[in-house]
């Protein structure tokens, strides 16, 4: 079964953090845009931070700039997202998202998100004050 299975959220204090994990099974990220989403209660969902195979594009959203970082351990097929210095706006349901043969473009701008081929279930975050 090919799926995205995203974990690591929690609850932690404002200026700690947390790595989010979104591993793939039944395929590989070798061709693949990934980018991790994120979606607060009464907001639209929005792109954190997200890239592209196609052609190595890395792109972080201007809260995530200096505190997120998107990397990727190939051998575990698996996307993370470091989160330091988490602030209490930061607390949202956070996804992970695949799209074959896509451009950052397609995941961390496109509000349809159309292309998405596969999305992973959601993991919480919650960042007290």
């Known amino acids: 079964e090919v799926q995205l299975q995203a974990s690591g959220g929690g609850l932690v204090q404002a200026g700690e953090s947390l790595r989010l994990s979104c591993a793939a099974s039944g395929f590989t990220f070798d061709d693949y845009a990934i980018g991790w989403l994120r979606q607060a209660p009464g907001k639209e969902r929005e792109g954190v931070s997200c890239f592209s195979r196609r052609d190595g594009d890395t792109w972080y959203s201007d809260s995530a700039k200096g505190r997120f970082t998107i990397s990727s351990d190939n051998a575990k097929s698996t996307v993370y997202l470091q989160m330091n210095s988490l602030k209490p706006e930061d607390t949202a349901v956070y996804y992970c998202?695949?799209?074959?043969?896509?451009?950052?473009?397609?995941?961390?701008?496109?509000?349809?998100?159309?292309?998405?081929?596969?999305w992973g279930q959601g993991t919480q975050v919650t960042v007290s004050s």
């Open positions: 998202a695949a799209i074959r043969n896509g451009w950052v473009t397609d995941i961390c701008y496109d509000p349809s998100r159309h292309l998405v081929d596969y």
